[in-house]
């Protein structure tokens, strides 16, 4: 970090510091690893050969790169390809880096990311034959057999697949409804893919199919003919020869739960696992296959917070990891027996660690500031308790008070380090985020109680917290700050228009502002999903549209409110945001809008502090004084 930067408030330093994703390794080459890092400025694409310690850049490109594969072998990095962060585009790829760091490269293991080299070589188009498109999956086998997914407003969902040694692709998969590729077995000879063929993009079916014609082995769906659907997802085929067993999470039980299910004999094996005293897990449980397909590395994800387990399938015992208590946001089984994590909690910079009790991988540099840790609040709401991550700044309440709202919908905010919040906390606000219902990690019903009533279910949630954090003297009923990006966005705007006496100001970013026109211009996967949510399209039931679009109120709009969009943006298109502007402009409402030159956010951590330093600036200049 240089002697600016380190001279920076706090609240940059965050977003300066360079951190690291969790690695990502061969199969077949376990000291070949991928991970991303914001290390220039830009979160870009790394190699790291674990037997040298060296560190290459892989991609670099003015809007950044996250989304790269390893092939099984590790000889071919693979990173997706799209245009100023549009997310449409093609796979390429280019052989893993290998040979000594020089000395004009600066390379350093000990140092991590920071001052990797660049990566000399020649990137080309992965799968010529398969079109340009949105990202549906990528598989590639150990034979060389390549998988693409891809989505199109034309095609819908398309699978190609290019056999091994071949150069051309055939469509292996093609249906309207949204989709993607799940996994291929270990000897490349089956496929597993998501799919909403039967129009719920909430829950999805598996079809797992012959890689020799496409023809279907197995089926399993939890949706049609059901009254109470379930979704299932793909968690990956057994890393063995011959092995024919598909681990898969499902929603049998009211929550995600791990499940084996050999597509070969039909054969399912529920996991019913239990904690130290035999209860039955209350949150969300997700697991991976560890080397060899004889244990199970298990999330459980609960309230915010998650822990790590290994399960022996042949004794059927769980046995807790040592993490501490926060969010981990990924992890994987090595195969000398280890787990590696990413770990951090609202309080604690992120770091890869290990259950060998080493720290793997840290980005160079300072660590970047730490923060106030984060209060657990309970609210009762109309649908049910409400939980919310509350942090306090220094000083006496009541504060100004930023709800931060998620974006998602189906996600969650948790117990880990998030610089945003951080910074205002140092500006003496006290920061709110509310996991409303649609908010996943509290049950399947609490994230299917999102339906028709869009946007509107979950204001009622945020409103009850907003009550009780001004009856509770945290918040400073005149200085009340909704905000949130994308989905967060989209509630900020609507909560403006449907609450106006509640709020003291609005921040929107990358927002839904005028839901038809979204709905008309966006991805045809959310577009999916979107016809899920409602019941049907804006023809079919115009009414439950109309009521949850911004746009509708924007007329009882009365606080400043303040956007930023993205000019390439395919999730919330601009044009939707520019008439919801247009029309704060007409009615003469106070509001500052702010366009940039990206998609969905920005990748480059130059923008991202200009894109909070002028919100913190709007919330600063509109905001009244405090009383007294």
């Not at 002697?3 to 390794?25: C, G, I, K, M, N």
Request: proline content about 7%; hydrophobic content about 35%.
């Amino acid at each position: 970090m240089s002697e600016q930067q380190s001279a920076a408030p706090a609240w940059e330093q965050r977003f300066r510091a360079a951190r690291v994703t969790l690695p990502d390794w061969a199969e077949d080459a376990p000291e070949r690893a991928l991970y991303v890092s914001n290390a220039t400025g830009t979160y870009e694409v790394y190699a790291w050969d674990r037997s040298t310690d060296q560190h290459r850049q892989v991609t670099d490109r003015p809007n950044g790169t996250t989304d790269a594969e390893l092939s099984p072998d590790g000889e071919w990095i693979w990173w997706f390809d799209d245009t100023d962060g549009d997310e449409f585009g093609v796979w390429r790829r280019r052989p893993f880096p290998t040979g000594p760091a020089t000395a004009a490269t600066g390379s350093d293991g000990t140092q991590g990311a920071d001052g990797a080299g660049r990566a000399r070589g020649t990137d080309e188009e992965a799968v010529p034959g398969v079109p340009a498109a949105y990202s549906a999956g990528l598989a590639i086998g150990r034979d060389g057999a390549v998988v693409v997914g891809t989505s199109t407003d034309d095609d819908g969902t398309a699978v190609y697949l290019r056999r091994p040694g071949g150069t051309e692709v055939e469509r292996l998969y093609q249906h309207p409804e949204y989709g993607s590729v799940g996994d291929l077995s270990y000897d490349s000879a089956l496929l597993a893919i998501e799919h909403t063929e039967h129009g719920d993009a909430m829950h999805s079916a598996l079809r797992v199919v012959r890689v020799s014609d496409g023809s279907t082995v197995a089926e399993l769906d939890e949706v049609t003919g059901r009254r109470n659907p379930c979704g299932v997802t793909c968690l990956g085929f057994a890393p063995a020869d011959g092995d024919t067993r598909l681990l898969v999470a499902h929603q049998r039980r009211g929550r995600w739960e791990p499940m084996l299910w050999d597509v070969a004999t039909g054969a399912e094996t529920e996991l019913a696992l239990r904690d130290e005293q035999g209860r039955e897990f209350p949150g969300d449980l997700s697991a991976q296959w560890r080397p060899g397909a004889r244990a199970l590395l298990v999330e459980h994800e609960y309230e915010a917070r998650s822990e790590l387990f290994s399960y022996d399938l042949e004794r059927g015992e769980l046995v807790r990891l040592d993490t501490p208590r926060g969010t981990v946001a990924g992890a994987t089984a090595r195969p000398d027996g280890t787990v590696e994590f990413l770990w951090s909690c609202a309080a604690e910079p992120p770091a890869v660690r290990s259950t060998a009790g080493t720290v793997v991988l840290r980005a160079a540099g300072p660590v970047p500031p730490g923060s106030v840790p984060v209060e657990d609040a309970w609210v009762e709401g109309p649908g049910g308790r409400v939980h919310a991550l509350v942090q306090r700044p220094n000083g006496q309440g009541p504060f100004p008070t930023v709800f931060e709202i998620h974006g998602g919908p189906t996600h969650h905010d948790s117990d880990s380090f998030a610089a945003g919040p951080a910074a205002w906390l140092d500006h003496g606000f006290a920061v709110v985020r509310v996991n409303y219902r649609g908010s996943t990690g509290y049950g399947q019903a609490w994230t299917d109680a999102l339906s028709e009533r869009i946007g509107l279910i979950e204001l009622e949630d945020i409103g009850a917290v907003r009550d009780w954090a001004v009856a509770s003297g945290l918040a400073d009923p005149s200085r009340l700050v909704l905000s949130g990006g994308s989905w967060g966005g989209y509630l900020t705007l609507l909560g403006l228009g449907t609450q106006p006496d509640s709020w003291t100001l609005g921040l929107a970013a990358v927002p839904v502002a005028d839901y038809l026109t979204a709905y008309a211009d966006e991805m045809e996967a959310l577009k999916s999903l979107d016809r899920t949510l409602f019941g049907g399209t804006p023809e079919e039931v115009p009414d439950r549209w109309h009521a949850s679009s911004p746009l509708t109120y924007v007329e009882q709009v009365k606080a400043p409110v303040y956007i930023s969009a993205g000019v390439n943006d395919p999730r919330c298109p601009i044009r939707q945001i520019e008439n919801y502007v247009e029309r704060l402009e007409q009615l003469g409402k106070v509001h500052e809008v702010y366009r940039y030159d990206a998609g969905h956010g920005s990748l480059v951590v130059d923008e991202r502090i200009k894109q909070l330093r002028l919100e913190i600036d709007f919330a600063l200049r509109h905001l009244p004084a405090r009383e007294g």
